[in-house]
């Protein structure tokens, strides 16, 4: 039993177990000596896009016309990830069409396929995940911001201040599921990694068993979000990308890929750039 | 003899006391274990879970013997918990539902809700906290529905039904507690029953005046201020000393170019 | 051949005062100032700065940009000194090197109080992500520090101290590190070719990827700009070298007279209103092509927004080019003005230009930004105020910079006695 709890992730007392595993590793890898650094590094993909190959894509499908602006999912997150107010990952804006027809645009980090964040890491903090979630590793951040200036989409927020106690969200939209994170790093929206690599271990989908899910997509009362595989196009994301006649990407034009498509407002026109 | 016989008395109240507690009391406990497994009590969850715990602590579902396994129920394989089982709610066709079937039948089972919150596909969990059942977003001034319908409350806040002390559920929900939020005709009857009794007001402590248009209680209504805007105008605040700063420096070698001395005699060399 | 030491005295009635001690009391008491800031910054991190997630950058990124730009001249004379073999520089070269180390540990300092894990600094040497402009960049801040220090050992080695002080005789050990320093100060005296070549491609390869660095940015308005590492280089190039003409003058002339001719340092002066001139040709081509760029509608409303508020105006564009223009025509004809006085005044511009260029340019990306509507999207302009632990930190890396200049330029013997090999 007790062998049972250790393993299980425990969202209450934020086990340092990991952190201090990778440092001892960190320092592993530091005796090792720079030749093998140096060797790991030319070997490593030089494209952030993450190896090609098999297994799961994950993508996000946000449906503009359901969302009623609850900012359900941004509360969620705030729950889960134990964020204060001013450090949300997701974010609810009201914007208009070009007829003046009001909207809610909820954003959550894109996991661009082409992330400007991946390329411009000094130090492989942040990575692209072969299943194309653009995650971070904490312990090598050193907090110098650059992805930050270099997102265009504004995902990412810095830990200015120590983490709190207890997010002003939790526990009404749920509790902490994952460790904080020390102040004076960046950090950002994980699609929820914490549920989707246990919950794939136990058999689960990713999009459908909402343990596996993230939780701004569990927490959507109107089914505005849609979360799955991609490249399954068996998958209800992919089932509906598919059926629905346009879909958009946030600043297409910069060529970064987004991984999270949106169902435009029914009376609005694409903008064309000039 | 009699310190043989002590012993036998002794044993035999022990055996007594042992199968009282097997028969009575741990039958009672056992009844929720799966075959096979250690029985799961509040004080296993309470290990890993005691933030959820205590929520359920104070609830409803807690005064009526509904624990965690209730909701979160194992699956068939059985209850070795957390590694196999699906110990969590599977949907709420097969866990609110299967109580609350008088209070929610009408709004959420499926085909035949009424209601425009199950119409868009809220949920229970929408606007209640699962584990202490209470809403969401309700400490402080603050009202889960204000949440979504901003322009009503904007319009509620002002009205005379808030002053007098009213809210949302008053009329949407009404004594039976009726899900469907729906204003029944005979809701404002409750109250109203002769439409020209001020004293009804009154009672309530109102300061009656002449009615305001729709139109100007929207004017009347505050702006609201969690939604703080980016400033529209901004940029680089350098406090004014830097300005100055600047300008000694600036004048400082311009003032010294045009009247000071030439470097290359040094003051102290002649 | 030992020329004296003058030092700038202030004549009250009939004496004179040597203001050296009040100047280093001076910079000694902003030093202090600024290490309370350091340590708040160090204790509370950076929240105690005027900082936010839309203005991730501010004060600390722009000193360090300017400082390592106006170490610039460092590389410059490299070339000139070592490679075209040009030994009437080889002095004014020595100031030179001095003011790039300067500016790379200035730069260096100021950027580990902008980290938020400082005591992760080492990473990028460990942690490999060689797409990184900012790997590339801190990399080659170490590199070239390293090979600056090389180059400075040996300068720094002609102290009379090395020479011979009764410590040396008092204590043998003294004596033993002595003849160490003097040892690899004479065989980094012999590479001081391959060092220049070193630090040269190291510095020109970072001064280009400072510029690099927002370039890459095709998200943010303004920065987007192919031609911004060229101008980091050259602005980097024309405002270190006419900090190095502005500094020599002082150091040789009035500090030294007679050690470096004035037929040099007018030629200092012609190289810096040279490069002044050609950095001012290619930022009006940069002005003119501006909106070529902003190909995208949110860059180009981000430009719009920028070009209405002041610092980033036209007017100040059109300012940014006049100016130099007037400084760099007065310094290229310094053979015929021969006006030292003027000539260190026009100097004074294209340093203020390299210091405002970075400035601005730090800010342009973040100080505007646009909202994420597809359709209709509007622009908010960010605000940042610095907060006084910014200000302390910069008087702290500022009073470094010139403490540790004064000292050198006081005590540093910056002619070689082994100058005829």
């Known amino acids: 039993m007790s062998e049972n709890i250790k393993e299980q992730p425990d969202p209450e007392k934020n086990t340092t177990s990991r952190r201090d595993f990778l440092k001892l590793a960190g320092a592993l890898a530091g005796a090792a000596g720079l030749a093998q650094i140096a060797l790991s590094t030319m070997t490593a993909s030089a494209s952030s896009g993450g190896e090609e190959g098999k297994g799961p894509k994950w993508g996000m499908l946000i449906d503009i016309n359901l969302c009623i602006g609850c900012q359900y999912c941004t509360f969620s997150c705030e729950a889960v990830n134990n964020l204060a107010d001013d450090m949300r990952y997701c974010v609810v804006t009201t914007e208009t069409t070009q007829s003046g027809k009001e909207f809610f645009l909820s954003r959550p980090c894109m996991h661009c396929d082409e992330a400007p964040c991946v390329h411009v890491c000094p130090v492989k903090a942040t990575y692209k995940r072969p299943d194309g979630i653009v995650a971070m590793d904490y312990d090598l951040c050193i907090g110098c911001r650059y992805c930050q200036v270099a997102c265009p989409y504004d995902a990412r927020v810095f830990n200015w201040k120590e983490p709190i106690e207890r997010s002003p969200q939790s526990p009404d939209f749920g509790l902490q599921e994952v460790p904080n994170r020390p102040r004076g790093v960046v950090e950002k929206c994980t699609f929820c990694s914490h549920r989707i690599d246990p919950g794939l271990k136990r058999g689960l989908i990713p999009g459908i068993d909402p343990q596996a899910t993230p939780a701004c997509v569990v927490a959507c009362p109107t089914h505005a979000r849609l979360f799955g595989d991609l490249s399954d196009p068996e998958s209800s994301i992919s089932v509906a990308l598919a059926e629905s006649k346009t879909t958009l990407r946030l600043r297409e034009e910069l060529s970064t890929e987004p991984r999270v498509y949106y169902i435009p407002p029914q009376t609005a026109n694409r903008f064309q750039g000039s | 003899m009699k310190k043989n016989q002590k012993i036998f008395v002794l044993l035999a109240t022990i055996a007594c006391i042992a199968a009282f507690v097997v028969l009575v009391v741990l039958p009672s406990q056992s009844v929720s274990a799966t075959p096979g497994h250690k029985p799961l009590e509040l004080k296993d969850c309470l290990v890993c879970h005691d933030q959820a715990a205590h929520l359920w602590e104070g609830s409803r579902h807690s005064s009526g013997n509904v624990s965690c396994i209730v909701c979160h129920k194992l699956a068939q394989s059985g209850g070795d918990h957390p590694d196999n089982a699906k110990y969590t709610v599977e949907s709420e066709e097969t866990t609110c539902l299967v109580c609350h079937i008088d209070v929610t039948g009408a709004d959420i089972s499926g085909e035949e809700a009424l209601s425009k919150h199950g119409r868009v596909g809220l949920t229970c969990i929408s606007c209640h906290e699962q584990h202490s059942q209470g809403l969401k977003l309700s400490e402080g001034s603050r009202i889960v529905c204000e949440n979504c319908h901003k322009k009503e409350m904007k319009v509620m806040l002002n009205s005379t039904h808030y002053k007098a002390g009213l809210s949302c559920v008053n009329c949407h929900m009404g004594d039976g507690k009726s899900h469907t939020m729906v204003v029944a005709l005979e809701t404002c009857g409750k109250c109203h029953a002769n439409p020209h009794d001020a004293n009804i007001m009154l009672e309530a402590g109102l300061d009656v005046k002449v009615m305001a248009t729709p139109a100007a209680m929207i004017e009347l209504t505050p702006k609201p201020t969690e939604e703080t805007a980016a400033p529209v105008s901004g940029g680089i605040n350098m406090p004014p000393w830097t300005l100055v ?9 311009l003032a010294w170019a045009l009247v000071g001395r030439d470097p290359g005699n040094p003051s102290g060399n002649e | 051949m030992q020329s004296t030491i003058h030092f700038p005295k202030l004549r009250f009635g009939n004496k004179y005062i040597d203001i050296f001690p009040y100047w280093i009391s001076f910079l000694v008491l902003g030093f202090l100032f600024g290490l309370v800031g350091a340590f708040i910054v160090l204790r509370d991190g950076l929240q105690v700065t005027g900082l936010s997630n839309r203005v991730p950058w501010g004060l600390w990124i722009s000193i360090d940009l300017s400082s390592i730009s106006l170490g610039g001249s460092a590389f410059a004379f490299g070339v000139i000194v070592y490679l075209l073999r040009l030994k009437r520089f080889e002095i004014v070269g020595k100031l030179a090197v001095l003011l790039g180390f300067l500016g790379y540990s200035t730069a260096g300092m100021v950027l580990l109080f902008d980290l938020g894990q400082p005591l992760r600094f080492w990473h990028p040497i460990v942690y490999w992500q060689a797409h990184s402009l ?40 003294v004596k033993t590190i002595v003849d160490f320093a003097k040892m690899v100060a004479h065989w980094l005296h012999k590479a001081g070719p391959v060092l220049a070549i070193i630090g040269l491609s190291l510095s020109l390869l970072h001064q280009a990827s400072l510029g690099a660095t927002y370039s890459v940015l095709y998200g943010r308005g303004v920065w987007f700009n192919q031609s911004a590492p060229t101008q980091f280089v050259f602005s980097a190039m024309s405002g270190g070298t006419a900090l190095l003409f502005f500094l020599s003058t002082f150091v040789f002339r009035v500090m030294r007279p007679g050690l470096v001719k004035d037929d040099v340092l007018y030629d200092v002066a012609r190289i810096a209103g040279g490069l002044t001139l050609l950095l001012t040709y290619l930022r009006v081509w940069d002005w003119a092509v501006t909106n070529y760029y902003s190909f995208d509608r949110n860059i180009s409303l981000q430009t719009q927004a920028l070009n209405a508020i002041a610092p980033y105006s036209m007017g100040f564009w059109l ?30 511009i294209p340093v203020f230009a390299a210091i405002l260029t970075r400035w601005n340019y730090n800010f342009a990306g973040l100080i505007a930004h646009s909202t994420y509507d597809p359709y209709t999207p509007v622009i908010r302009l960010n605000s940042y105020t610095p907060t006084w632990v910014e200000f302390a930190v910069a008087t702290l890396v500022i009073s470094y910079w010139l403490l540790t200049f004064s000292v050198a330029a006081r005590y540093l013997p910056f002619q070689s006695k082994h100058e005829e090999h």
Not at chain 3, 143 to 159: D, G, H, N, R, S
């Open chain 2, 245 to 253: 700063f600047g300008g000694i420096l600036i004048g400082g070698v």
């Open chain 3, 134 to 173: 900012l790997w590339e960049i801190t990399m080659c801040v170490i590199l070239y520090l390293t090979v600056l220090v090389a180059e400075l050992i040996p300068i720094i080695v002609e102290l009379p101290f090395f020479e011979s002080h009764p410590w040396h005789e008092k204590y043998p050990i």
């Open chain 3, 319 to 348: 300012g940014q080019a006049l100016l130099p223009v007037i400084a760099g025509s007065l310094l290229i004809s310094a053979k015929s003005v021969k006006n030292f006085r003027y000539l260190m005044a026009a100097s004074v």
